[in-house]
């Protein structure tokens, strides 16, 4: 039986802690595939099914663009250091409404969506996008990168959102992860913006942890599990549901700000993907819409709901 005495406790073992990465980088490629893969599948017997399906192709072409531009040059090395050390992202979103590379980018996105059947609207946006001089262009991006929409400009917004985020999402992918470090609650240690939801996840070496998801440039990144990702207090938090059973998703509330933000459940159900999901779960903003409380996640997508 001496096969048994080998089963002991590994000292080395005993009291270690594995403590989640904080913060993941994106896979521009993967990412965006992923993305697309999930719309697609969340289109079939939604009542959004055409408008997630339009938004499968668009991240189709993200996909796309990502894997086959050529490498991307990385983010200065000093620059990422003088950030961290100063709690400042390191992914300069100011600076991207010039970035030529920024502008390669969106120009090879717009032919790549162009064949992409869509609303008739949709289809306009592109074509005053194609002939928008530079000065419009930049006035476009700016308001891109700082995620404030004009309303008269919906579909050009949504098509340069997604441009920018293949370009973001690719410069992030260059950054030192294991350098990063929190800069504030809610906010994402590589470019500063805010989540567009968060997800509790179910990966392994992880599980249970939250992670908070920036839409921008698709970092992930830790933060506790019940804390108000817009104000970072963790008093007065609350959750709410569309669902009466176990519900998979959730408004995490704030008493102190009156925010909330989306909550997916990712170790209840593994094919949950940031972005799509929260498109998805629009019944739950809607919800929402009729409580005191405001939404503090951002999603390109979902403007104009
Ligand atoms: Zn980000
Ligand atoms: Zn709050």
Redesign the pocket.
């Known amino acids: 039986m001496s096969g048994f005495s080998t089963v002991q406790p590994d000292p080395s073992m005993i009291g270690r802690v594995t403590k989640p990465p904080f913060a993941i980088l994106p896979q521009p490629g993967p990412l965006f595939r992923r993305r697309a893969e999930r719309f697609r599948v969340l289109a079939e017997g939604s009542d959004l099914g055409p408008y997630l399906t339009f938004l499968a192709g668009i991240c189709e072409a993200q996909a796309a663009l990502a894997e086959s531009l050529p490498p991307i040059e990385p983010i200065a090395e000093e620059q990422v250091a003088r950030a961290i050390e100063h709690k400042m992202p390191p992914l300069d979103r100011g600076a991207l409404p010039l970035s030529p590379a920024l502008r390669e980018t969106v120009w090879a996105y717009l032919d790549a969506v162009t064949p992409l059947p869509m609303p008739a609207p949709a289809s306009a946006a592109l074509d005053a996008l194609r002939q928008a001089d530079d000065a419009a262009l930049t006035e476009l991006l700016t308001h891109v990168t700082a995620d404030s929409v004009p309303f008269e400009a919906l579909p050009q917004h949504l098509f340069l959102s997604a441009a920018t985020q293949i370009h973001?999402a690719r410069l992030?992918s260059t950054l030192p992860a294991e350098k990063l470090e929190p800069i504030e609650t809610g906010t994402?240690p590589?470019?500063g913006?805010p989540p567009v939801a968060s997800l509790v996840t179910g990966m392994q070496g992880a599980e249970g942890a939250r992670y908070a998801a920036?839409a921008?440039?698709g970092?992930h990144w830790n933060e506790v599990r019940i804390k108000c990702l817009a104000c970072g207090t963790t008093k007065g938090v609350g959750y709410k549901s569309a669902e009466t059973t176990e519900a998979t998703v959730k408004a995490e509330t704030c008493d102190t700000c009156r925010s909330w933000v989306k909550i997916l459940y990712q170790d209840k159900n593994p094919a949950f993907e940031a972005v799509a999901d929260d498109v998805a779960s629009l019944g739950l903003d809607i919800l929402m819409q009729q409580t005191e409380y405001r939404r503090a996640g951002f999603d390109p997508f979902l403007i104009g709901y």
């Open positions: 973001a992030a994402c590589c470019c913006g920036c921008f440039c970092t």
